[in-house]
Antibody
Framework: EVQLLESGGGLVQPGGSLRLSCAAS????????LSWIRQAPGKGLEWVSA????????DYADSVKGRFTISRDNSKNTLYLQMNSLRAEDTAVYYC?????????????????WGQGTLVTISS | SYVLTQPPSVSVAPGKTARITCGGN??????VHWYQQKPGQAPVLVIY???DRPSGIPERFSGSNSGNTATLTISRVEAGDEADYYC???????????FGTGTKVTVL
């Protein structure tokens, strides 16, 4: 059974940093691209970042580029999102999501499994 | 960037058909995926590649895509179908995934 379990969320002051983790199980971790997708309170879904199965290729939404870094440790089956220079508008539930396709690339992704999400709140 | 526009809300009586549209420039040339999200839960993939259904998704859910509009159709609507629905495509120009604005389906 595929499982994705996010952790690391919390309350941070503007300008601060936070690192999210997503522990995965139930599939061949290194064979799949993964993404972070967020949802601000009462709002829609926003794709944030993606990483290829090997970790060699990454991509970011314009809203977070230069502030967030996605990475993965295939030996630990864990996905990460390092978030720096956080702003109030980064407040959201952050989901990690697995690509349905076993191709490893980030392009053309679609998401067949999602974690339960972790809440990040940016406030002073 | 590529924009996907959905109606904010759709209301439907039990047993009737709900149609949720997703508008985008020449969206018919892209693959469209649909997600269902119930309150407090993570999204669930209900339609992928325009009209394919993942295992476990009822046949009542179907999809189509042509021209500038993709459509998710829910036949014989049940109370349990009440949720937010999002369309999603990959934008080749930016190499980014894009989600629609979302549609809240209310079962009367």
């Amino acid at each position: 059974e595929v499982q994705l379990l996010e952790s690391g969320g919390g309350l941070v002051q503007p300008g601060g940093s936070l690192r999210l983790s997503c522990a995965a199980s139930g599939f061949t971790f290194s064979s799949y691209a993964l993404s972070w997708i967020r949802q601000a309170p009462g709002k829609g879904l926003e794709w944030v970042s993606a990483i290829s199965g090997s970790g060699d290729n990454t991509d970011y939404a314009d809203s977070v580029k230069g502030r967030f870094t996605i990475s993965r440790d295939n030996s630990k089956n864990t996905l990460y999102l390092q978030m720096n220079s956080l702003r109030a508008e980064d407040t959201a539930v952050y989901y990690c999501a697995k690509d349905l396709r076993q191709v490893g690339a980030t392009s053309l992704s679609l998401f067949d499994y999602w974690g339960q999400g972790t809440l990040v709140t940016i406030s002073s | 960037s590529y924009v996907l526009t959905q109606p904010p809300s759709v209301s439907v009586a039990p047993g009737k058909t709900a149609r949720i549209t997703c508008g985008g420039n020449n969206i018919g040339s892209k693959s469209v995926h649909w997600y269902q999200q119930k309150p407090g839960q993570a999204p669930v993939l209900v339609i992928y590649y325009d009209s394919d259904r993942p295992s476990g998704i009822p046949e009542r859910f179907s999809g189509s895509n042509s021209g500038n509009t993709a459509t998710l159709t829910i036949s014989r609507v049940e109370a349990g179908d009440e949720a937010d629905y999002y369309c999603q495509v990959w934008d080749s120009s930016s190499d980014h995934q894009v989600f629609g604005t979302g549609t809240k389906v209310t079962v009367l």
